[in-house]
C-alpha cells in the first residue's frame, strides 16, 4: 500500500520573518560593500578611518544582520525545521543543509570579522570579510537556484518559506 504523503510543513513565522528580513538585509550590505573596502584601504595606507558615512551604515546593518542571526538561529533550535519532502535525493539534502548551515556560520562570522577589521585597521582582516562576502554570494546563488528547482517541482518548499506557523516533525 502507498505510503501517505508526508505533511510539508512550514517555518515558523517569526523564522520567515527573519529569513526574508536578512535578505533584505544583505543585499544592502552588498550595495555598500564596495564604498566600504574603498573607504577601509584608505584608512589602512594612512592610518586614520575617513568619517565616511557609508562606514556607519555598513557597520550598524552589518551588526543589525548578526544580531538577526543569532536570533534566528534561537528561533531554528527553539521551533525546528519542517523536514524534506519525501522524494528528496539525500545528496540533495545534505547540500541543501550544509548550504544553510554555513549561510548562520557565515553571517554571523563576518559581521565579527569585519568589525575586528575596522578595530585593528589590518588589512588581512578585512580580507578575509571580503572573501566570505564572495562565498556568501555563491551561496545564494546556489541557494536561490535550488529554490527554483524546488518552485518548478511545485512541491511546497518555496511556499513554507512564506507564510504558516505548523512546523511538522513527523515522518509518516
Ligand atoms: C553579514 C554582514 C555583512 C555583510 C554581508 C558584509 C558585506 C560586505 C561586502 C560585500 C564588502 C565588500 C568586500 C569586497 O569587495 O572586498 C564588505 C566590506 C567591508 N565590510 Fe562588510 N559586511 C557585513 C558586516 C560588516 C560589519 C558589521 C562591519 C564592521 C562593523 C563590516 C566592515 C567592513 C569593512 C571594513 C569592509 C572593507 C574590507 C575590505 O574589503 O577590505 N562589515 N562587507
Ligand atoms: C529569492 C531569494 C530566496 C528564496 C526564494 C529563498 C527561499 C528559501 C526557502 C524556501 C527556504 C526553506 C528551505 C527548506 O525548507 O528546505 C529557505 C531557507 C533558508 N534560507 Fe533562503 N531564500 C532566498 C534567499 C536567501 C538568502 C539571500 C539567504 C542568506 C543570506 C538565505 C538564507 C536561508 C537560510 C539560512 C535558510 C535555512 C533556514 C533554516 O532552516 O533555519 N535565503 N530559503
Not at 564604498?35 to 592610518?47: F, I, K, N
Not at 586614520?48 to 538561529?73: F, K, N, S, W
Not at 569585519?114 to 572573501?131: E, F, S, T
Request: hydrophobic share 50%.
Amino acid at each position: 500500500m502507498a505510503q501517505a504523503a508526508r505533511p510539508v510543513g512550514a517555518y515558523h513565522v517569526r523564522h520567515i520573518a527573519m529569513h526574508w528580513t536578512v535578505v533584505f538585509l544583505v543585499l544592502f550590505q552588498y550595495a555598500t560593500g564596495g564604498r566600504m573596502e574603498q573607504a577601509y584601504l584608505y584608512g589602512v595606507e594612512y592610518g586614520v578611518l575617513p568619517m565616511d558615512g557609508v562606514l556607519y551604515v555598513h557597520g550598524i546593518i552589518g551588526t543589525c544582520i548578526l544580531i538577526a542571526m543569532l536570533v534566528r538561529l534561537y528561533l531554528r533550535l527553539k521551533h525546528g525545521a519542517p523536514p524534506p519532502p519525501d522524494n528528496e535525493p539525500k545528496p540533495i539534502q545534505i547540500l541543501s543543509r550544509a548550504t544553510h548551515f554555513a549561510f548562520y556560520g557565515l553571517l554571523i562570522a563576518m559581521p565579527l570579522f569585519g568589525m575586528a577589521a575596522l578595530w585593528v585597521k589590518a588589512g588581512w582582516l578585512g580580507q578575509v570579510h571580503g572573501i566570505a562576502a564572495y562565498v556568501v554570494l555563491g551561496l545564494a546563488v546556489l541557494h536561490v537556484a535550488g529554490a527554483m528547482w524546488h518552485a518548478i517541482k511545485r512541491d511546497g518548499v518555496v511556499s513554507r518559506m512564506g507564510g504558516g506557523t505548523t512546523v511538522t516533525r513527523t515522518t509518516t
